[in-house]
């Protein structure tokens, strides 16, 4: 029974996969809904190039739900180097590229190149617009382009795309509204959650599906994008784009070892200060141990997925 | 029974891809042994930059082998286009870079590719090594890499390997030695069929193995290649670099249309001139036609593989 919940995870490339790793392993029934803002690297290059939004956030949530051999996963995430044009680009970006040149549509190319993948679930790009980032700093500026937002220092005020509320998917707005559970985040607040709210008929789906809606809160600020913020600013960045509050938030309560606060530290990045008792009453709070040490302070799959399926569904008992 | 048969054709990427779609509707047990010394277009671009044999016509082969749907094979033929770095390269060769680069062998690479398009036999480069074609021209030039020689006008005298004498892989000896059939040719005479015979172990395993032996000649003249080249300069060439008579040479003797005749003088291609009365006693000359009038002057897939299996393997049943 377990594994026919639905749920829809909302986000980008990094922190989306991640989840999507961990709920594979409990629900057959997973849909992410991935934002198509990236202007960098060889999703920028390709998307210029080709005409085609982004490619590079939908791969990698491709990748995290692939159930064939590790060999395929691996060619889709190789990335050619060296002396040669195609150094920078990841092979995976390219399949889809080509997949939609012959198929000729975005979401046809994604279709496809999800059934190479043999995953379980679907991946659908938010919106089939190739839609542009904009953002007003705090210090007033206007900057247009994700890669050049992130990159200006200092926190982001408000965020906004052009054109103006491009349609959403119509298998988007289905999957959310049948939803038994919405994930928004983990990741890039501005540049990769946000960003999917601004899509025409995602908001108003979230609200109206019968889903249990959660918001996983970032464990660490991002530079240039969310500097200084608390969990409480987090959550209402998040529901000021909705309109409306939602159920449930889960925040990290596990230790961050000192190796891995100093790496982030070096790059600007701090522990999100845990200021919840604001939000008291207004949404449920979950806080719980969810990092991973590893490479970074972000979430561990398996943990995360056991807190969302103790704390939001209201199911205890580990598989695994 | 017939499945059984163990079939090895040698070549480069047109000449042999057309000549296994024909084959692999008759046997499940093929062989391509495939030349790599082609060093221009998507191909050069690769071997130059990533430090591998050409891609190329080992993938035409892949594809012709293939048994998976038609989207795939569509898709490895794809070619990107427009302004841009990937413009040129044949999404196949970027997809045998990329297993190569993962597996850490093009050997490997390329069994991986093959899986991929679940392919019905099987497809080897004729070795391993990153060799160059050289050749002496007639008019005593030497030449050294296979798109200066072709661009090079007048006709070739002689080819040679750089460096001399690589070693043929295992696989391909074993199976020329294990051969009920080889077939050499239709193909660029001197850019992809004899190339592989310049490969240290060929020759000497096609002599050792009890398959019957057939070359089949082009039917028309190659440009820079083959200029004024009659049917007996064909397999004398063919029988120079193998050092031993063989059994059977196939030539057409089908009507090319008025209007192909026009189309290929304009690029300087003429009908190889029937001087087979010449070789006399010398191999069994087998005529028929073979000939494809469809957008050039090419073997026909099911002509010429029921004209092998009649002739060469005396078996007279039409299977389709």
């Known amino acids: 029974m377990e594994r026919n919940l639905k749920i829809v995870g909302i986000g980008g490339g990094t922190g989306l996969s991640t989840l999507l790793e961990g709920l594979k392993q409990r629900t057959d029934n997973l849909t992410a809904v991935v934002t198509v803002t990236d202007d960098g690297g060889s999703s920028g290059r390709l998307r210029k190039e080709f005409n085609i939004p982004p490619p590079g956030d939908i791969r990698n949530c491709i990748v995290s739900l692939s159930d064939s ?7 889709f995430q190789y990335r050619f180097s060296g002396k040669s044009d195609l150094s920078g680009h990841s092979f995976g970006n390219l399949y889809i590229t080509a997949m939609t040149a012959i198929t000729g549509s975005f979401a046809r190319g994604i279709l496809e190149t999800s059934r190479v993948l043999a995953i379980k679930g679907e991946v659908l790009p938010s919106t089939l617009e190739n839609v542009v980032l904009g953002a007003k ?3 007033g500026k206007s900057i247009l382009g994700q890669t050049k937002i992130v990159d200006y220092p200092g926190p982001i005020k408000e965020i906004f795309l052009v054109p103006k509320e491009p349609p959403a998917g119509q298998e988007v707005i289905k999957a959310l509204v049948e939803a038994d559970l919405i994930i928004m985040g983990p990741g890039s607040l501005f540049s990769s959650v946000i960003p999917n709210l ?8 979230i609200k109206k599906s019968k889903a249990k809606k959660v918001y996983i809160c970032n464990i660490m600020t991002q530079p240039g994008e969310t500097d200084g913020f608390t969990v409480s600013d987090h959550y209402l960045a998040v529901e000021k784009y909705l309109g409306y509050r939602i159920n449930n938030m889960i ?15 070096i790059k ?5 200060l845990d200021d919840s008792s604001k939000l008291a009453g207004r949404i449920k709070i979950i806080k719980a141990d969810v990092v991973s040490n590893k490479e970074f302070a972000r979430h561990d799959p398996a943990k995360i997925t056991d807190v969302i399926f103790k704390y939001c569904l209201n199911i205890h008992m580990r598989l695994k």
């Open 198 to 205: 601004l899509v025409n008929g995602i908001t108003e789906a």
């Open 251 to 265: 925040i990290n309560n596990g230790k961050i070892s000192e190796k891995l606060i100093k790496k982030h530290t």
């Open 137 to 139: 700093m705090a210090d």
């Open 268 to 272: 600007n990045s701090f522990e999100v």
């Open 69 to 75: 051999d590790s060999l395929i996963s691996e060619l």
